[in-house]
């Protein structure tokens, strides 16, 4: 293990971290509030250690995919605590752990609060806990990649596969740095697109730009007490939008921006996406028409409801808790199936999902026709047999942790529906779920021991599971 390699980048990680911290003190010092003092302290605590950690490069520069792992594991652990110390110091949240579990809710995109009103809470707080979505939507380490003074593609593609979602991760031009460059940018356009439409719809700007981190990072922390109900039809329109474009592989918008939009098109994971989307409104749209006063405000409410679950992002402009079985159920499963691999959304991912049923029916067929070879395609490719096997691992190790912390957080004794979407919403980054944490509650309920359990979960969830088992591994640290 390459312990000097990952301190270092671990090193850039807070620096990088206290460098974002800044507009969140400059938004205290504009509003004249007292969390100044702790953006500052926290701006510091950080430097120091990072400062110390990059002052000089590793002679040795050897890193596999054993490092880019861990790296990324003990990056976002640190970031999270480190991120943690403004809630704590400013007197926001009391509780290191509630404080953590903020944090890594904000950094995971999950969107899950232990905060009963947001409302009281100070502006540069506010700002804080939303930006830290578009922080962690893309991935601070894709971030450090387009600035990291490093040379030689092995630090990069490790990193990247380790903190990227989906099944397999592909350069989109030859070099790492300049893929992560390229996602940042159309990251930025998209977020930039977004805000000037909010500003159109007479949002105000802070609030437009807490809204705008929180969908493009599919995180989901509002600055109002009923999330995103008080806003205009118009504004809940265009996020509406944007969470489903957020959602998208941003592997098409590369295409589109090469001028291959015949190839973008052609993306069948997208198709799958959108077609579920679709599906999914109508017929919630169906079950849930005399909710409301018109036809046309129960589609405009359960599009966002679709959109906000299938993505992720967990923003909320009515109490899906109280519509009928079936809408529920459905909404269940979009929080399962997730976005598209490559965007800023969380869940098991389409294109997983899409993969595991093309299985099944090659081994229904097979049962029926030993001797039949046949070939698993997607998106006009056939699939390796090592991307299959990643996804029915990944599938396996999902299911178990699942289990486990429906199991641990029983401790607590509340409903199994109440335990069963609390995981859900956690593990697979949403933020609401139902019963007890529903969009109109919280996490607060749980003991600090269910809090740490459902920590470790959107942990998990964000980097995929493995980064965060190998710390476990104890193969992992061998001497080979």
């Not at 942790?401 to 919403?425: M, Y």
């Not at 607060?444 to 710390?471: H, I, Q, Y």
């Amino acid at each position: 293990m390459n312990y000097s390699m990952i301190f270092y980048i671990i090193g850039w990680i807070l620096d990088v971290e206290a460098a974002l911290l800044v507009p969140s003190l400059a938004v205290s010092l504009i509003y004249h509030e007292s969390c100044a003092l702790a953006f500052f302290i926290t701006i510091v605590l950080c430097l120091i250690p990072g400062v110390i950690l990059v002052r000089k490069q590793p002679k040795n520069k050897v890193f596999y995919a054993r490092e880019g792992s861990v790296t990324v594991a003990l990056s976002w652990i640190v970031m999270s605590i480190m991120g943690s110390i403004p809630f704590l110091l400013s007197g926001s949240i009391t509780n290191p752990v509630d404080a953590l579990f903020e944090t890594v809710s904000g950094f995971t995109t999950t969107g899950a609060s232990i905060l009963p009103a947001v409302e009281p809470l100070q502006h540069g707080i506010l700002f804080w806990r939303s930006f830290t979505h578009w922080i962690g939507g893309m991935g601070v380490l894709v971030f450090l990649l387009c600035l990291l003074p490093l040379t030689g593609s092995g630090y990069h593609m490790n990193l990247m596969k380790a903190e990227s979602p989906g099944p397999s991760v592909t350069k989109l031009v030859p070099k790492v740095q300049s893929t992560a460059k390229i996602l940042y940018g159309l990251y930025l356009f998209l977020t930039v697109m977004e805000f000037v439409l909010l500003l159109v719809g007479q949002m105000p700007v802070f609030d437009s730009l807490c809204t705008v981190f929180g969908t493009a990072g599919t995180g989901g922390f509002g600055i109002k007490n009923d999330s995103f109900g008080s806003y205009s039809t118009y504004l809940q329109g265009v996020v509406t939008v944007f969470m489903i474009l957020f959602g998208i592989n941003f592997n098409v918008y590369f295409l589109f921006y090469m001028k291959k939009p015949k190839e973008a098109l052609r993306c069948e994971e997208a198709r799958w996406y959108l077609g579920i989307i679709a599906a999914s409104i109508l017929v919630i749209t169906f079950f849930v028409r005399d909710f409301f006063d018109s036809l046309f405000l129960a589609f405009h409410h359960v599009a966002f409801q679709v959109a906000s679950i299938i993505t992720t992002t967990g923003f909320a402009t009515v109490d899906f808790n109280l519509w009928p079985t079936i809408p529920k159920t459905i909404l269940v499963l979009l929080m399962f199936i997730g976005a598209c691999a490559g965007s800023t959304g969380g869940g098991i991912k389409v294109s997983r999902v899409v993969l595991l049923f093309r299985s099944l029916t090659k081994e229904l067929s097979q049962s029926l026709h030993p001797n039949q070879v046949r070939k698993i395609h997607f998106e006009g490719r056939a699939v390796d047999h090592v991307v299959l096997r990643s996804v029915n691992v990944f599938m396996a190790a999902y299911i178990l942790i699942f289990a486990i912390s429906v199991l641990l957080i029983g401790i607590d004794n509340f409903d199994l529906v109440t335990n069963f979407t609390a995981v859900a919403a956690t593990l697979n980054n949403i933020g609401p779920g139902l019963e007890l944490v529903g969009p109109a509650q919280n996490f607060g309920l749980f003991s600090n021991f269910s809090k740490l359990v459902l920590t470790f979960d959107m942990l998990a969830g964000r980097l995929e599971l493995f980064p965060l088992l190998l710390l476990f591994y104890r193969g992992t640290w061998k001497r080979f």
